[in-house]
């Protein structure tokens, strides 16, 4: 369990197409505000 939030966190550091991506899939979590910012500052924008 430790490795996995570790890796987690670490994803959590990116780029925030990443931090959204794992909020979504991983963690279940819709951030609105996320996928708002991927439109300026993602590497992969919607």
Do not use: C
């Not at 994803?11 to 505000?33: K, M, T």
């Amino acid at each position: 369990m430790a490795d996995t939030a570790a890796n987690i966190a670490w994803l959590l550091e990116g780029d925030v197409s990443i931090q959204y991506q794992v909020y979504r899939d991983l963690l279940g979590v819709e951030r609105e505000d996320l996928r708002k910012r991927i439109e300026h500052e993602g590497t992969n924008p919607f």
